[in-house]
């Protein structure tokens, strides 16, 4: 197993190649389910979540092409996926394969859709929290889907197909908006949710199916109308950007100083994050090319911070705050509001000297003058990557282990930031 070694103290200069985002590109590729053409999907990011899910794919007899370089590619270019569904072979997704990643149980969405039949286990994923299925199921239900629960697996049944209906989440769910939204462009009839997700990977996902021929308005709002179609056909689309991997090197430059440009980085996508760390000290810019981010010399200062829905503080970008308000000059609360269990990095943070204090459902950090490396792991991706942040501000050697759970979601960290300068490398093979 991979670990991470890193030595503390340096400034980070130069610029990182903002990836396509994760959260986008795994229900971009779910939705390939929904037609028996070809999508082609551009600046797709090479990471484990990725291949895995290609392998779930797999499993239902879809096709994946991964296009060649083409001249002048950068090493950092994403790829370009040919996924094809021609034929669905399986409309089971097996226990093992859904328990790694609990995205995939999204494919019982088009699975329903197109073919009438879904056997989905219940998934497993990060151990953030009990995160339930119940209102995916609902939203499948409202649509005529009858569900049952068999054996750990999920069984929707819809054998004339899927009905337009209404769909309204008590709860902001991402997960529940990208299956109501699947599952309603083969319906037969409109489909109203309401308190739909706003999420900027909702108004991808309703983009790239619009550009397959369904008929959705009001993604990214919280009313969404799909008038359900007979059928979808091919399309290209291009992943947005990664606002959580944007504002996690965002957070390292102001935990480390530096001047860095974010290359691609979109700043709406992630304008609440960008002020809560301009407001510790940091100073942003926007520039056609990317979001730069640069602090010299000053001290952080303490936020207060609560975790929303888009287009509030993301919870995915909460564990990279804990690490930066760890140095502030003072005392930071943070509330976690979408997982009652994310701070697991909470006690990997306090084996560098961090004083954090949970009660409930917030941290109190008070800050302190210098962090000290040590050995740490965490448990879930964006736990794993705090640790990396505060260990770039920290004197001496942090030894980050389970690194898997980074590569899940960033894409080469260690090469974007060795580039600017960080003394971090990785080692293969204990
Ligand atoms: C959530 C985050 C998303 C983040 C992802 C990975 C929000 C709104 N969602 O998306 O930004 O990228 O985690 O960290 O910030 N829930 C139920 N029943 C369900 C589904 C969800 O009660 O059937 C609850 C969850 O327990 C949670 C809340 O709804 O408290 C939001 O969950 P949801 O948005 O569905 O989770 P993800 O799609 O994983």
Redesign the pocket.
Known sequence: MDRIRIVGGRPLVGSIPISGAK?ATLPLMIASLLTDEVLVLENVPRLADVASLQRILGNHGVDVMVGGKRPGDSEYEGQTLHISAKRIVDTTAPYELVAKM?ASFWVIAPLVARMGVARVSLPGG?A??????????MAMQNLGAEIEIDRGYVVARAPKGLKGGRIEFP??????THTALMAATLADGVTEIENA?C?PEITDLADCLNKMGAKITGAGTKHIVVTGVPRLSGARHRVLPDRIETGTYAMAVAMAGGDVLLQGARAELLQAALDVIAGAGAEISVTNAGVRIARNGAGLAPVRVT?E?FPGF???LQAQLMALMTRAGGTSHITET??ENRFMHVQELARLGAQIRLEGETATIDGVPQLKGAPVMATDL?ASVSLVIAALAAEGETMVNRVYHLDRGFERLEGKLQACGAEIERLSGF
């Not at 953030?128 to 199921?137: A, F, H, K, M, N």
């Not at 709860?171 to 529940?176: D, E, F, H, N, Q």
């Open positions: 959260n609990r990060c953030i929290g009990t995160r339930p299925v119940d209102l995916l199921v709860k902001v769910t991402v997960g529940g997700a999420e975790t829905p993301p919870t995915d979408i997982f964006r």
